[in-house]
């Protein structure tokens, strides 16, 4: 315990990188993510084509390889990343990416086929019909899954320690470098720190689905 | 493709044109995306087959030395999976318990190692386990870690398996007399491990994309393997490195969702099964209850 008191600012710091990497590198997997289901219900195969590959090539690499591209093969292409927390963040970004237009795409197809078809025949207009009847629904569908992708964004996050950004994880490893009798006590407490994290969305994702649930 | 089918009704004349308007353009930018990516790579120099070479010429050993680390990270994921199989099972099966005392110190470690990074774990089992006197060599170190991360995640997919099969099944099991073991593993499980095969496979590719965490603590995997062969022949040839190591995860996690795929057909092919068939085959007719 006193190891973590005495290097309580390290361990905060540690805490508030966890989190900030985490919201960027999750606004931007969620912008992507969207505009690549987007791509993938569109009518045009080309785009489709596109979302269909980056989707089974980023899902089915590990995120660390795709870290490693970040960090190590980009400047050999003369396109370096200025700081280790940009390539974090695009490490996780474009790697959740692929999960969110999964869990969007699956989302859209959960609104039965009778919900789009009723729309049409009162007269909506297709743009319409995406923005009151199938959107409201499918993204009320995706709330869960979703918040799955944050949780596990959160907790991908600790990569990052492989890849010199000093959040949680490398605080803890760090820490039990110096201080070798309190190994336990650091990593609990470092473990306490993640599910403050992961155990709050939780909850609160649980309360947003209720709340926000479809009735079939 | 059936996801077409929610969002647009068959199109007329001027709809067609519309699409074929959007294919236009979207193949454009699609073919300067390819272009982009292409130009940059051509203008590094990266595109030279001589660098390319490398990842398929024999004599220089890094075709072999790559399978020979595919193997080291397929051990390691396959008794990981084995083990938190087996143990996600026993978890989900306290957690799914009556006794009280049963299934709150399930519950707990479910939702600790759940809550938790696994690379945390790693470095737990790497850095503290050796503390506490429990000393593993590297193959182990990295096996613990993910056995104690996915079992906690399998036993949450198993049990929200079970519950998902409807209550009447139970009920009948019940009905007839069987005890709760028996309607435990001769009717729930059965069908849980059916309808859950698609979640629990993609956690099975989640489990060997992990075994890459492995680099960390110095287990000789796939990724630990590039980065030995970046650093004897030189970042010349990084890329080409990074993008074969990729290439095998993409392919062998493919090959396992294929098969999945392929089980599950098999499985919902042969339906409530031969037993069903054959004493009242008039059933088969019926559609499924699930």
Do not use: H
């Given at each position: 315990?006193?190891?973590?008191?005495?290097?309580r600012?390290?361990?905060?710091?540690?805490f508030?990188?966890?989190?900030?990497l985490s919201?960027v590198?999750?606004?931007?997997?969620?912008?992507?993510?969207?505009?690549?289901a987007?791509?993938r219900?569109?009518?045009?195969p080309?785009?489709?084509?596109?979302?269909?590959?980056?989707?089974?090539a980023?899902?089915?690499?590990?995120?660390?390889?795709?870290?490693f591209?970040?960090?190590?093969?980009?400047?050999l292409?003369?396109?370096?990343?200025?700081?280790?927390?940009?390539?974090g963040?695009?490490a996780?970004?474009?790697y959740?990416?692929a999960?969110?237009?999964?869990?969007?795409r699956?989302?859209i197809n959960?609104?039965s086929?009778?919900?789009?078809?009723?729309a049409r025949?009162?007269?909506?207009?297709?743009?319409?019909?995406l923005?009151?009847?199938?959107?409201?629904?499918?993204?009320?569908?995706?709330?869960?899954p979703?918040?799955?992708?944050?949780?596990?964004?959160?907790?991908?996050?600790?990569i990052?320690?492989?890849?010199a950004?000093?959040e949680?994880?490398?605080?803890?490893?760090?820490?039990?470098?110096t201080?070798?009798?309190?190994?336990v006590?650091?990593?609990?407490?470092?473990?306490?720190?993640?599910?403050?994290?992961?155990?709050?969305?939780?909850?609160?994702?649980?309360?947003?689905?209720?709340?926000?649930?479809?009735?079939? | 493709?059936?996801?077409?089918?929610?969002?647009?009704?068959?199109?007329?004349p001027?709809?067609r044109?519309?699409?074929?308007?959007?294919?236009?353009?979207?193949g454009?930018f699609?073919?300067?995306?390819?272009?982009?990516?292409?130009w940059?790579?051509?203008?590094s120099?990266?595109?030279?087959?001589?660098?390319w070479a490398?990842?398929?010429?024999?004599?220089?050993?890094?075709?072999q030395?790559?399978?020979?680390?595919?193997?080291?990270?397929?051990?390691?994921?396959l008794?990981?999976?084995?083990l938190s199989?087996?143990?996600?099972?026993?978890?989900?099966?306290?957690?799914?318990?009556?006794?009280?005392?049963?299934?709150?110190?399930?519950?707990?470690?479910v939702q600790?190692?759940?809550?938790?990074?696994?690379?945390?774990?790693?470095?737990?089992?790497y850095?503290?386990?050796?503390?506490?006197?429990?000393?593993?060599?590297l193959f182990?170190?990295?096996?613990?870690?993910?056995?104690?991360?996915n079992?906690?995640?399998l036993?949450?997919v198993?049990?929200a398996?079970?519950?998902?099969i409807?209550?009447?099944?139970?009920?009948?099991?019940?009905?007839i007399?069987?005890?709760?073991?028996?309607v435990?593993?001769?009717?729930?499980?059965?069908?849980?491990?059916?309808r859950?095969?698609?979640?629990?496979?993609?956690q099975?590719?989640?489990?060997?994309?992990d075994?890459s965490?492995g680099?960390?603590?110095?287990?000789?995997?796939?990724?630990?393997?590039?980065?030995?062969?970046?650093?004897f022949?030189?970042?010349?040839?990084?890329?080409?490195?990074?993008?074969?190591?990729a290439?095998?995860?993409?392919t062998?996690?493919?090959l396992?969702?294929?098969f999945?795929?392929w089980?599950e057909r098999?499985?919902?092919a042969?339906?409530?099964?031969?037993a069903?068939?054959?004493?009242?085959?008039?059933?088969?007719a019926?559609?499924?209850?699930?």
């Amino acid at each position: 315990m006193q190891a973590i008191l005495e290097n309580r600012e390290l361990f905060w710091s540690g805490f508030v990188t966890t989190l900030s990497l985490s919201v960027v590198a999750a606004l931007l997997a969620f912008v992507l993510g969207t505009l690549l289901a987007a791509f993938r219900v569109s009518p045009f195969p080309p785009l489709q084509g596109l979302a269909v590959v980056y989707v089974e090539a980023v899902r089915n690499t590990p995120l660390t390889v795709v870290w490693f591209f970040m960090v190590f093969a980009l400047p050999l292409l003369g396109l370096g990343l200025p700081t280790f927390f940009i390539a974090g963040v695009l490490a996780l970004g474009l790697y959740t990416a692929a999960f969110v237009c999964e869990a969007v795409r699956s989302g859209i197809n959960a609104v039965s086929a009778g919900q789009a078809e009723a729309a049409r025949a009162i007269g909506l207009t297709f743009t319409q019909t995406l923005r009151f009847v199938v959107l409201p629904q499918a993204l009320r569908t995706v709330v869960p899954p979703l918040g799955n992708q944050w949780i596990a964004l959160t907790k991908n996050s600790s990569i990052g320690a492989a890849f010199a950004i000093t959040e949680i994880t490398a605080v803890a490893q760090r820490l039990s470098n110096t201080n070798p009798a309190q190994v336990v006590q650091i990593f609990l407490g470092a473990a306490l720190a993640y599910l403050a994290i992961t155990l709050t969305s939780g909850g609160l994702l649980g309360v947003l689905e209720r709340r926000v649930a479809v009735l079939r | 493709m059936s996801n077409q089918a929610v969002l647009y009704d068959r199109l007329g004349p001027r709809g067609r044109r519309n699409v074929r308007i959007g294919t236009a353009v979207g193949g454009v930018f699609v073919l300067l995306l390819i272009g982009l990516a292409l130009w940059q790579l051509g203008r590094s120099g990266q595109l030279e087959a001589e660098r390319w070479a490398i990842l398929l010429d024999p004599s220089t050993g890094v075709p072999q030395g790559i399978l020979r680390a595919l193997g080291a990270t397929l051990r390691a994921a396959l008794v990981a999976m084995v083990l938190s199989m087996v143990l996600g099972a026993l978890l989900a099966a306290g957690r799914l318990s009556d006794r009280a005392w049963l299934r709150a110190p399930t519950t707990a470690t479910v939702q600790f190692f759940r809550g938790v990074p696994l690379l945390l774990l790693i470095f737990f089992a790497y850095l503290a386990l050796p503390r506490i006197g429990i000393t593993l060599n590297l193959f182990w170190t990295l096996v613990v870690g993910l056995t104690a991360y996915n079992m906690a995640v399998l036993a949450e997919v198993f049990r929200a398996g079970i519950l998902s099969i409807d209550r009447g099944q139970r009920e009948a099991g019940y009905a007839i007399g069987l005890r709760k073991y028996q309607v435990m593993s001769l009717i729930l499980v059965p069908q849980a491990v059916r309808r859950m095969l698609p979640t629990i496979v993609a956690q099975l590719v989640t489990l060997l994309k992990d075994t890459s965490l492995g680099f960390v603590i110095g287990y000789f995997e796939l990724l630990r393997q590039g980065n030995a062969y970046i650093q004897f022949f030189g970042s010349r040839y990084g890329l080409q490195i990074y993008v074969g190591v990729a290439a095998v995860y993409i392919t062998v996690n493919l090959l396992l969702s294929w098969f999945a795929r392929w089980l599950e057909r098999r499985s919902s092919a042969s339906p409530r099964t031969a037993a069903a068939a054959s004493t009242a085959p008039e059933l088969d007719a019926a559609p499924a209850p699930d």
